[in-house]
């Protein structure tokens, strides 16, 4: 549902913020990065639930492209910010 989409998606940007700014040390940024990276994957299949297949697929298939986890990142955050 979109309120589970907006509290996951929160959790997700307060973690993300928290890192950008250095609140977490260099020992615990591996852990933090396999943490964002199982939300993002999280929240790509709620939101990816709750819009037309066509833009399922392309977004699939864009994904499919991105190897490293800032472009899957960016391209979360470009695709989220249209649906909100």
């Known amino acids: 549902s979109f309120y589970e989409v907006c509290n996951m998606s ?3 940007l307060v973690n993300l913020g928290l890192w950008c ?4 040390s260099r020992d615990l940024l591996k ?3 396999e943490i964002i990276d199982c939300q993002l994957l999280l929240c790509e299949s709620i939101v990816a639930i709750s819009i037309t ?3 399922i697929i392309n977004f699939q298939m864009r994904l499919a492209r991105l190897t490293t986890f ?3 990142l960016e391209q979360f955050l470009m695709l989220f910010s249209d649906y909100l």
């Open 21 to 24: 700014i250095g609140f977490y």
């Open 31 to 33: 852990n933090l990065y």
């Open 70 to 72: 800032h472009e899957r």
């Open 53 to 55: 297949d066509i833009t």
């Open 10 to 12: 929160l959790a997700f």
